[in-house]
């Protein structure tokens, strides 16, 4: 675990706008470890979700990040 780590960001309609979701999920143990929520796709969405998966499983050097680039690109 804590090895390569995948991320994506999704968009769900709510009463009051649209609400998107960064998610970081572990892949060996296919777990969310890190995630955040905003109304707006700018790159510090995908940061705080970063920062809160690192916080939480403080892996060792030589991580794998992966992420599709998407209609956001730019994020890899």
Not at 4 to 21: N, V
Not at 30 to 35: C, P
Request: glycine share 10%; hydrophobic share 35%.
């Amino acid at each position: 675990m804590n090895t390569r780590w995948c991320g994506d960001i999704t968009h769900i309609a709510t009463s009051e706008g649209w609400l998107y979701l960064a998610t970081v999920i572990d892949i060996a143990s296919r777990k969310v470890v890190g995630r955040a929520t905003a109304d707006h796709l700018r790159t510090s969405l995908v940061t705080k979700a970063l920062t809160a998966a690192w916080q939480t499983r403080k892996p060792r050097p030589g991580l794998t990040f992966h992420s599709d680039r998407g209609c956001q690109g730019g994020f890899n």
